[in-house]
């Protein structure tokens, strides 16, 4: 049964009682602090350190500002179109040397060349030689490219496994490509903050700058090929809309099959994000290979065709195969989508892949696509056996498409990249050189890195081949998406303010939520970095709005209310964020800022003495933000080896006077060295005197200001992790505030956050974890009618002091009051204290059990088992509960029903903290109630019609703006190649020019 109303006032007093010491023990941070909550500029206060006292004697420089969203991200667009430019103009730098050396060069198939082979430089043979197309390759390691060991004045090639190294194609593309070592070197010293540069060449090989060792997986194999990676599929060719026709009839069993489901699977790896595609597989019947997306098309990203690869799995031989049937769903499904607008609106193109065709269907090909052959038909014959080799060959002829037959596996992937070739004709003849800017992607060549990458194609321009359309490859440069980071400022949008940019298709290329994932305490490589979708994370924009604005490249404003998860997801903040957003020209994106109401309005502007800047800033308890831009030093090599602090002081002294910094942000940086200066020698005294300090358990005390600037002073010897680069949540990051400071901010000014956080420690060969306290509040000062954040202060402690001093409380209830019949010792209730987000952090089991609304997290990531009896992660949406205190709340009471026993709780505020106490009834069993943990739950989709619609819903895209899907001179060229296989076809291949004169017109050749 319930307690008493005396029992709960009992249990109210022992709470009371309780709660006024650890109400005391946490005043006690003002104390170790100097701090003093808010405090009018124009008013001098007492605080213990001398801090708010020191603002005031520059009480005349400060000024408080509204900061103009739109101003910012106009700014911060124009940088960023800047740093694109840069890296446009290296890459364009490349297309225009490899051509000229391409035009000089006289193919020689008996050509004899040693060159760099990335997996064989420095290999040695059993007698300690160096082994052919090895070599002795000098290589160092190198900071800027994540400390790997490179070499910067020559690149190496890299030769798929399935390709002959001395292949006449191979050695004379290489040859003339050397040309490129000058350029890639010339490229980096003009713009130092250049990674990799490359040529992917179409004949297979990939030429990549600076050179660096590559080493083979443990089957002694390196799958990388060039050709299919999104930067060349996207420079090389333009958007398509793509139907895969499978033959799965009865012929197709066993080897054919196999080969045909990884021909599919290959098809699909030259899709990009631009591209629209579905599978259809074809008996006596019409089968999709997804039933759901009947008659439509659905965008080529990893997620769709990851689903599709599951189905193939699926598909078994039988019967007999209908293709004119197939062919005519195909046509029709590519002509309504086209209608619609939905799809790329640019090429067309029908995969076949068969053991055969009977017939040639020119019925079909003469009602939906003759005379203009809009779509091109590329089939792929599957086996040895060449019987039906001719009828598909005129297929392919007869609609601007490619032949290719595929007798084993080996052969799928370099005869599938052959049509590539084809849908390129008509840009290379256009010679468009189109940049293009591929989506966000795992780099795993820099640690890995999240990264974009600008690529150009490369055409043939000798005459003899100019009209043939010939590409030699792509050429590329990486931009790791920190460069873009560095470019934000920070200090200009507030503790929870964020910078994102996004694509033309809604993908996030920046975003703080867009991290790596983290299981088990260890971040994991996590996919589909590339085709995470704006409304994924700000999912309270349900409309869309601001993700169809931006992608639609709009300038202008959004406000939403947001919840925003923080400490690893375990806690959520409650803001009302503004947005600001415009597009970065002369790319596919766009860039919006987001300020928070009530920290993301004001900036507070101070000026002090440049002498006396310096003088505190290059103090031992100092640090700047190490992901913040103060001065740029990777821009010129001579600057590398300098910290931000010498940076500053070369800058500012006019030692340096080309260094590129932020005066602004340097000139607040040296105001809050100053007025900070105080608390060095306050904390110095403190830890000095030990009987201020011998019974408290203080270990740290820090100091963050909104200028990226940190103090800190151990009062005791530990092994610190915390402040430290390690630390990536307690410190200032390109993309946040560290989460104590971004916590302390959401208290009421004057009151303090207490958080519990796990800190590494080795034991023995393993890792344990002790748990420390850290207790930090928010500095403010008054002025213009404005409360502006200065600065959060804080101390550590570990929480096993603050437990035994929380239960010697608990103890002395009775020595306290004389009245007090019930303590935390009676076995008759439980003591707890909990943070406002429901996590215990003290309680006698010494457990952090979860209490805690539910989120729903979109697009997260679980393990799932694939096939052959691989693990991976795979993308899955998610909600876990969570849990926010109402403030307004200083004390309830109330009843919980456990298995039939009723039991009594009281929960009571701890004063100007974010503490709970807890005291419950233990007079029920209630072991067998599950507990409540904060694991993600994947959302099951019971309904196949709501799977059905996610899978089918198209948002807001804006198209690229370049098409090449012909070129009046494409089929002509075609004469002039000594591979070529031409015939005519009927009468549509007979061209009448202004004379009324025919000319043949020749068709693609059968053979590259």
Known sequence: ?????????????????????????????????????????????????GYFQKYKEFEKSVRVEEIDGMKVVKNLAVKMEEMFRRKAEATRRLVEAAEEAHHQHEENPDLQYE????????????????????????????????NLSVNLSLSVVQVPTNMYNKDPDIVNGVYWSEALNKVFVDNYERDPTLIWQYFGSAKGFFRQYPGVKWHPDEHGVIGFDCRNRKWYIQAATSPKDVVILVDVSGSMKGL???????????????????????????????????????????????TNKDHFREHLDKLFAKGIGLLGEALTEAFMILSDFNQTGRGSVCSQAIMLVTDGATEMYDDVFEKYNWPERKVRLFPYLIGRESAFADNLKWMACANKGYFSQISTLADVQENVMRYLHVMSRPKVIDHEHDTVWTEAYLNDKSGPTLTTTVAMPVFSTKNETKNQGILLGVVG??????????????????????????????????????????????????PNYSSVDLSEVEWEDKDGILRNAMVNRRTGTFSMEVKKTVDRGRRVLKMHNDYYYTDIKGTPFSVGVALSRGHGKYFFRGNVSLEAGLRDLEQPDVALADEWTYCNIEEEHEHRHLTQIQAIKLFMTGRRPHLKCDREL???????????????????????????????????AFLGTRTGLSRTNLFVPVDQDFLTAEDKEGVFNADHFPLWYKRAA????????????????????????????????????????????????????????????????????????????????????????????????VTEEQSQ?????????????????????????????????????????KETTGNIECDGCIRSFV?????????????????????????????????????SSLKCERLKYQKDRKKPESCHPFHPEVCESADLHTLSVCMRVNIDTVKADSKGNTNKVMCYSMKM
Request: hydrophobic share 40%.
């Open 666 to 700: 340097i000139q607040e940086v040296l105001f809050d060295a100053v007025v900070t200066a105080p608390l060095e020698a306050y904390w110095t005294g403190l830890a000095l005197n030990k009987s201020e300090n011998s019974d408290k358990g203080v270990e740290i």
């Open 477 to 526: 440069t990486d931009i790791p998406l920190q460069e873009l980071m560095k470019l934000i400022p920070k200090h200009m949008l507030g503790i929870h303010g964020y910078v994102f940019a996004i694509t033309n298709n809604g993908y996030i290329l920046i975003h703080p939520d867009l991290r790596p994932l983290y299981q088990e305490g260890q971040k994991r490589r996590k």
């Open 746 to 841: 959401e208290q009421v000014p004057g009151t303090f956050l207490l958080d519990d956080r796990k800190s590494p420690i080795v034991a023995g060969n393993e890792f344990e974890y002790s748990v420390i306290s850290l207790v930090s509040s928010c500095t403010y000062v008054q002025a213009h009618f404005c409360l502006v954040l200065l600065s959060a202060v804080g101390i550590q402690m570990k929480l096993e002091y603050f437990q035994k001093k929380f239960w010697t409380a608990c103890r002395q209830c009775t020595a306290l009051d004389g009245k007090c019949s019930i303590s935390c010792d009676n076995e008759d209730i439980n003591c707890y204290l909990i943070d406002n987000n429901g996590f215990i952090l």
């Open 115 to 146: 060159y760099f082979n990335a997996v064989l430089i420095n290999e040695v043979d059993e007698e300690g030689n160096n082994v052919e197309l090895g070599g002795e390759f000098l290589l160092e390691p190198n900071y800027h490219f994540n």
């Open 1 to 49: 049964m319930a307690f008493s109303s005396q029992s709960a006032r009992k249990m109210r007093h022992v709470n009371g009682l309780i709660s006024l010491e650890i109400s005391l023990r946490l005043n006690y941070a003002l104390h170790v602090t100097g701090h003093t909550a808010v405090a009018p500029v124009s008013t001098t206060l007492y605080d213990s350190s």
């Open 849 to 889: 059990v979860l209490c805690a609304t539910k989120l729903h997290q979109r697009t997260s990531f679980g393990l799932k088992n694939r096939s052959r009896g691989k693990t991976m992660m795979v993308p899955c949406d998610t909600e876990y509960p969570a849990f926010v205190s109402e403030r307004t709340i």
């Open 907 to 943: 929960i009571q505020q701890i004063p100007s903290s974010n503490l709970f106490m807890v005291v419950v009834d233990n007079k029920c069993d209630c072991s067998s109630a599950p507990p409540v943990t904060m694991d993600p739950i994947e959302i099951i989709y019971i309904l």
């Open 256 to 302: 054919r099959l196999t080969i045909a489901r990884q021909t599919v699977s290959s098809i699909l790896d030259t899709l990009g994000d631009d591209d629209f595609f579905n599978i259809i597989a074809y008996n006596q019947e019409i089968h999709y290979v997804e039933p759901c997306l009947n008659g439509t098309l659905v965008r080529a990203d990893r």
